[in-house]
């Protein structure tokens, strides 16, 4: 997929109209807040991307709305994307007509790549839960399905909770009556129901993902990436845990096993990597996952997603450096930013939200 011409309007500080990347590695270079992070973005959800952070804030200071339009190409033809953002929310449109995300979310996209994926390898579990939850909603209507109808559960198991605790001289919660007891039953076959199945559907890409990743890391370094999930999928267990942690889910008010406490475990050469490895290594397995991501989504495609990346040379060394630039031109298009140019593609000067076109 290639990207002929982003326009835009009002989009943070972003100045000049229309951006217009060739084929290849085009590299978008300037000093610090200039611009670069935004022009990226622009890009990013242009093309149907996940909102990462508030919407408000991404429309230019004392503007009411912003505005996107991108002409792309793909094998089946050209499209165009526009996306309005308003104080209220974002209209998708594609090829002049009203879309969702769903209905954006059958073309390649972009994967975006910058120094905040450093949070999948050193952040909370929820960083890495919705790394695969974005991804896996993408390709699946089912899973996306699934976990909309665990969290309605997981929501109505946890107000019985919350309501059903009455505490004891002991301060335990054996003082729950049979009807929150009861209730409780109901929503536990619910949670495994569409549990199981989330967690079964997280499996089967893992299984997908990690030679992906694997293969990424050992481009950029030496050691031996795995990827793994904490919770089971045997619905039994599942089943059997809930039931043994009611009195202690009881007393939190919240549940505490399934799919809403997953983790996505990350070893190096068998360690864990948050707790073993160094910042370079963290970030090149960050790196990798994206790349994995990158990797999958074009096998789903059949056709490469556009890359971006964003400070594409902080904190690598020069041979991850390479195997980033080689993996970058091996693409139909990719665009890079930051402070300083990789030596090689095309190169667009950004200074304070003006490029020349
Ligand atoms: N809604 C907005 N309206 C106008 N300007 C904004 C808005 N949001 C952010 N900015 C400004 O955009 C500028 C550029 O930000 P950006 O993150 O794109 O810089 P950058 O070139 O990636 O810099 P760095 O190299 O420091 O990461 C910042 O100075 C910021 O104040």
Same mark, same amino acid.
């Given at each position: 997929?290639?990207?002929?011409?982003?326009?835009?309007?009002? %989009?943070?500080?972003?100045?000049?109209?229309?951006?217009?990347?060739?084929?290849?590695?085009?590299?978008?270079?300037?000093?610090?807040?200039?611009?670069?992070?935004?022009?990226?973005?622009?890009?990013?959800?242009?093309? #149907?991307?996940?909102?990462?952070?508030?919407?408000?804030?991404?429309?230019?200071?004392?503007?009411?709305?912003?505005?996107?339009?991108?002409?792309?190409?793909?094998? %089946?033809?050209?499209?165009?994307?526009?996306?309005?953002?308003?104080? /209220?929310?974002?209209?998708?449109?594609?090829?002049?007509?009203?879309?969702?995300?769903?209905?954006?979310?059958?073309?390649?996209?972009?994967?975006?790549?910058?120094?905040?994926?450093?949070?999948?390898?050193?952040?909370?579990? /929820?960083?890495?839960?919705? %790394?695969?939850?974005?991804?896996?909603?993408?390709?699946?209507?089912?899973?996306?399905?699934?976990? @909309?109808?665990?969290?309605?559960?997981?929501?109505?198991?946890?107000?019985?909770?919350?309501?059903?605790?009455?505490?004891?001289?002991?301060?335990?919660?054996?003082?729950?009556?049979?009807?929150?007891?009861?209730?409780?039953?109901?929503?536990?076959?619910?949670?495994?129901?569409?549990?199981?199945?989330?967690? @079964?559907?997280?499996?089967?890409?893992?299984?997908?993902?990690?030679?992906?990743?694997?293969?990424?890391?050992?481009?950029?370094?030496?050691?031996?990436?795995?990827?793994?999930? @904490?919770?089971?999928?045997?619905?039994?267990?599942?089943?059997?845990?809930?039931?043994?942690?009611?009195?202690?889910?009881?007393?939190?008010?919240?549940?505490?096993?399934?799919?809403?406490?997953?983790? +996505?475990?990350?070893?190096?050469?068998?360690?864990?990597?948050?707790?073993?490895?160094?910042?370079?290594?963290?970030?090149?397995?960050? +790196?990798?996952?994206?790349?994995?991501?990158?990797? +999958?989504?074009?096998?789903?495609?059949?056709?490469?997603?556009?890359?971006?990346?964003?400070?594409?040379?902080?904190? +690598?060394?020069?041979?991850?450096?390479?195997?980033?630039?080689?993996?970058?031109?091996?693409?139909?298009?990719?665009?890079?930013?930051?402070?300083?140019?990789? #030596?090689?593609?095309?190169?667009?000067?950004?200074?304070?939200?003006?490029?020349?076109?």
């Amino acid at each position: 997929m290639r990207l002929l011409r982003l326009r835009q309007k009002n %989009f943070r500080n972003l100045f000049t109209p229309v951006f217009a990347p060739g084929p290849g590695l085009t590299t978008v270079v300037g000093g610090n807040a200039q611009g670069k992070t935004n022009l990226l973005e622009a890009i990013e959800l242009a093309l #149907g991307g996940e909102l990462r952070n508030g919407l408000a804030e991404r429309i230019a200071f004392g503007q009411g709305e912003a505005w996107l339009h991108a002409e792309i190409e793909t094998q %089946f033809g050209n499209s165009r994307l526009e996306v309005k953002l308003s104080r /209220e929310g974002r209209e998708h449109r594609l090829n002049e007509a009203p879309a969702s995300l769903r209905e954006l979310a059958q073309l390649p996209g972009a994967v975006l790549l910058g120094p905040d994926d450093l949070e999948l390898v050193l952040g909370p579990p /929820e960083e890495r839960r919705r %790394f695969l939850d974005v991804l896996l909603s993408r390709f699946s209507a089912r899973y996306r399905s699934m976990l @909309s109808q665990y969290n309605r559960a997981l929501q109505q198991r946890n107000a019985v909770l919350k309501s059903g605790f009455r505490p004891t001289s002991r301060g335990q919660g054996e003082g729950a009556p049979s009807s929150t007891r009861a209730s409780i039953g109901i929503w536990n076959h619910e949670l495994v129901k569409y549990g199981s199945e989330i967690l @079964s559907l997280r499996r089967r890409m893992l299984a997908k993902l990690t030679p992906l990743a694997r293969e990424a890391y050992r481009e950029l370094a030496p050691g031996e990436l795995n990827l793994e999930l @904490s919770e089971t999928t045997d619905p039994d267990r599942f089943l059997q845990t809930l039931e043994d942690n009611l009195q202690d889910d009881l007393q939190r008010g919240a549940t505490s096993v399934g799919p809403h406490r997953d983790d +996505l475990v990350i070893l190096l050469e068998g360690r864990e990597a948050a707790r073993f490895g160094s910042r370079g290594e963290c970030r090149s397995i960050a +790196l990798a996952l994206r790349l994995a991501e990158h990797r +999958l989504l074009w096998q789903h495609y059949e056709e490469a997603p556009l890359l971006l990346v964003d400070e594409w040379h902080s904190e +690598l060394d020069n041979r991850r450096r390479g195997a980033l630039l080689a993996y970058a031109q091996s693409l139909p298009q990719a665009i890079l930013a930051g402070l300083e140019t990789p #030596g090689t593609g095309a190169v667009i000067e950004i200074e304070a939200g003006v490029w020349s076109v």
